[in-house]
């Protein structure tokens, strides 16, 4: 990585892109540039390699959309042959596939280019039809690419542009010898591009097979985006967390907001325990169907749908405009994680709050967070209105793997489904100005994450100021 510049132009028209595009951004509203356009724009328009640290949300889509279809546009190709593209552009997942293609569409409408995506968990047939005709630019995730290369229906011969889009994701999923065998069909004299929101040696390796004399970009550092948004945490012990979300939900008059699980199934049990208060509320994950996960993301972003419950896989790419809110159901165990699903607000420049809900058993990832982003999560107590159940809703199931010291307080290590005593008593309500969570009462010594540092008995969301512990 060479550049940190926040170089960026006053408007789209100085960057060398034809009037059928520039007409296009001015009716999607955009008016400026975001930094990685101001860079990435001209570099692809000069024909070079680019290798991008870039991630969702800095306007990378665009950053490489707008260039490519400006080459696609205005240089002369070969007579089109069907099913065979000449961009590709290869991402981690159907969702992220779908709104690259929705991009492309969107920039492109005054352009006479064509486009596909291409994902698996879908009837095949569509695929196989649209690929008889002309194509120029081909979104794809790399399973279901390989499917129809093993049936030749599609031909990656023409391809001159090439882009890897979340690299490190696609590398994290495991498809790294898929990308190979890609790699392996298309021309060798071709434009390639690569963004990775990290840089692994596993990324760099990749980087340097595949780039020729790249131009290097940096923008919005994982530091950078993070600073922008409001992260606070309540401490609470994982049997309150369906209600206490509920409540937060119903007290901040939440309107949109997106709720990450670690599991599947605890993705489902909590919009239907939503459902249950009066709140609307869907769940995405592996296990839906892909019309399935469409609709809940539809209804999400058409506001039918207040709250969407995601798994960190199902919410890769997931693109919605000023996302106001994010809620961490529970922490994930990878803190690289952490700053993908936040990065889901605050997005483009606008500012976003992303609230944690953390139980007593998911304090090492916090620390792993905390560590990784290079400053403390805001401790916020619970309003006093926050009334835990009396009989806890258990949801053992959820939960994080447990380390391995044990710890008092909830249930010893019973099987979580019993009624207990402790819980019971961990789970009442703290004196009024204490927070009412049970970790800050059940433990007898806390460990100093555990507490938030100074008390705050009004404390309420909206008085926790970004940054305010940061260092
Ligand atoms: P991306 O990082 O590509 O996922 O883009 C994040 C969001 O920023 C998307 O919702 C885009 O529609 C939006 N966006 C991209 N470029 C601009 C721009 N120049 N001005 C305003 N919004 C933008």
């Keep these: 990585m060479t550049t940190e510049t926040t170089l960026s132009s006053p408007d789209f028209t100085g960057l060398g892109l034809s009037e059928p595009i ?137 391809v001159e542009m090439l882009v890897l889009d979340e690299a490190d994701r696609m590398l994290d999923m495991g498809f790294i010898r898929d990308i190979k065998k890609v790699l392996a069909v298309v021309p060798k004299q071709r434009q ?98 892909q019309s399935a996960r469409t609709k809940a993301l539809a209804s999400f972003k058409d506001g039918s749908v207040r709250v969407l419950v995601a798994t960190d896989i199902a919410a890769r790419g997931i693109d919605i405009d000023q996302l106001p809110q994010v809620v961490n159901f529970e922490l994930p165990n990878v803190a690289e994680d952490y700053v993908h699903r936040i990065g889901r607000t605050g997005r483009a420049g606008s500012t976003g709050s992303a609230l944690s809900l953390v139980d007593d058993e998911e304090l090492s990832y916090l620390r792993d967070i905390e560590k990784l982003i290079k400053r403390s999560i805001v401790r916020v107590e619970i309003e006093p209105g926050f009334v835990p159940p009396a009989k806890a809703d258990l949801i053992s199931e959820d939960r994080p793997p447990r380390p391995p010291q044990g710890r008092g307080g909830r249930g010893q290590g019973q099987n979580a489904r019993q009624p207990q005593s402790g819980n019971r008593n961990a789970s009442g309500r703290a004196p009024q100005g204490q927070a009412t969570t049970a970790g800050a009462g059940a433990k007898p010594t806390p460990s100093r994450a555990a507490q938030p540092r100074k008390p705050r008995p009004q404390a309420s969301l909206s008085s926790a100021k970004p940054g305010s512990r940061g260092h």
């Design 22 to 158: 520039l007409r296009a951004i001015a009716e999607a509203g955009y008016t400026t540039p975001t930094p990685i356009q101001a860079q990435a724009i001209p570099q692809v328009l000069a024909g070079g390699d680019l290798l991008a640290a870039a991630q969702t949300g800095t306007g990378k889509t665009a950053g490489f959309t707008l260039p490519i279809l400006h080459q696609l546009s205005t240089r002369a190709a070969q007579a089109p042959k069907p099913g065979r593209p000449r961009c590709l552009i290869l991402v981690p997942t159907r969702e992220l596939a779908a709104q690259v293609e929705e991009s492309v569409k969107t920039y492109g409408k005054y352009l006479n280019l064509t486009s596909m995506v291409m994902f698996g968990g879908v009837n095949i047939n569509p695929q196989l039809k649209a690929l008889r005709s002309r194509l120029d630019i081909l979104v794809a995730t790399p399973g279901r690419l390989l499917d129809h290369m093993g049936q030749k229906t599609v031909d990656l011969s023409g």
């Design 192 to 289: 390639t591009l690569l963004f990775s929101a990290t840089f692994s040696d596993e990324i760099k390796t990749l980087a340097n097979s595949l780039l020729r004399n790249p131009g290097c970009i940096e923008v919005a550092r994982r530091n950078t985006t993070v600073e922008i948004i409001e992260q606070t945490l309540h401490r609470v012990p994982q049997a309150h967390k369906r209600d206490l979300l509920a409540h937060l939900i119903n007290h901040h008059d939440w309107q949109q907001v997106l709720v990450f699980t670690r599991t599947k199934h605890g993705a489902n049990k909590l919009a239907e325990k939503l459902i249950k208060d009066g709140i609307t509320a869907a769940a995405i994950h592996g296990n839906k169907s």
